[in-house]
């Protein structure tokens, strides 16, 4: 398959995959209002890209069209992405802080002592603070970076394996609804200095207010990251590392500052180890399901490499 071919392949499963997160983040499925209006910000933006693109395409700048195209996308499922996490938590299952607390300690890990022993190293602060916050700007670049260094086709598997995370993740969280490692352990924010206020405290009142009010409604002035396990942000770095891996030139910094965002998902004070392992893990599938060719490619691809003999080439 030419990688043209496989490029439209990539685009062609995108749409589709943010076209049902859009479609199953409608009222009636989320038991819930959406206040449109504030999140009018991203809708334009999403219009001004959708207004370029034809002239992108009649120009024949394959490689822009993607990129904004990408971005266009990308503003849309995190939109859809993020009241569908809402809807995973009004649910209203019991909270799971003690069963997430004993599996950590069944792993022989507790955040609560990583997030204490990061306090001893006080520097750390600014950096694992900024990295953790690094999130929204590295999903916004990711397309852009992912097209201009590698090519368009892995911006697409990016986000695409980025809707599976969401998806999966949503799922997986129903059971296990968390107010976060230090708050549901019963700790102080405050007594730590490494753990960000709003990460691990800012969420609760929303949390709790979609999981009991019948007559919540989602706003973006109230909207925050309320999924606690599996880890979106633990995730999402190890889909920036693999996407980024191709690229020599992106793929240290994209190791470097995710490591930092996977450990600061625990210093934050939001996320107990079993969280960040989880989310990881469902990042290695949504990497496997994005990157993996159909039957008919594949084995034309074995086919490519074999000699006259049969016997696959092998490069010296």
Request: with cysteine.
């Amino acid at each position: 398959m030419h990688s043209t071919d496989e490029t439209y392949r990539q685009r062609a499963l995108l749409v589709s995959a943010v076209a049902l997160l859009l479609s199953i983040t409608t009222p009636r499925a989320l038991g819930f209002s959406v206040d449109i209006p504030s999140f009018l910000p991203i809708f334009e933006a999403v219009c001004f890209f959708g207004a370029i693109l034809p002239y992108l395409y009649w120009r024949r700048m394959r490689s822009l069209h993607a990129m904004v195209e990408a971005t266009a996308l990308t503003l849309l499922a995190s939109f859809a992405s993020l009241v569908l996490s809402y809807a995973g938590m009004r649910f209203n299952t019991p909270l799971a802080d003690q069963l997430l607390t004993r599996m950590d300690a069944a792993l022989g890990l507790s955040a609560i002592d990583a997030i204490r022993l990061a306090n001893m190293f006080p520097n750390m602060n600014m950096l694992l603070s900024w990295s953790y916050t690094s999130f929204i700007y590295q999903i916004m670049a990711a397309p852009v970076l992912l097209s201009l260094f590698i090519s368009p086709t892995r911006a697409y598997q990016f986000l695409f394996a980025y809707v599976i995370l969401v998806i999966a993740s949503v799922i997986l969280s129903i059971p296990f609804p968390s107010r976060g490692a230090v708050i549901g352990q019963g700790f102080n924010p405050s007594h730590f200095y490494l753990v960000n206020e709003d990460s691990s405290r800012g969420f609760i009142k929303s949390l709790m207010e979609v999981r009991s009010s019948p007559s919540f409604v989602l706003s973006l002035q109230i909207a925050k990251g309320i999924l606690t396990f599996p880890s979106i942000h633990a995730g999402m770095a190890a889909l920036f590392i693999w996407s980024a891996w191709p690229s020599p030139l992106l793929r240290l910094p994209a190791l470097a500052l995710n490591s930092l965002m996977i450990a600061s998902a625990v210093t934050c004070g939001s996320h107990y180890f079993v969280d960040v392992i989880a989310g990881c893990g469902i990042a290695a599938v949504a990497a496997w399901a994005s990157a993996r060719r159909p039957t008919a490619q594949r084995e034309q691809l074995r086919r490519s490499r074999l000699g006259t003999d049969g016997r696959e080439i092998v490069a010296n």
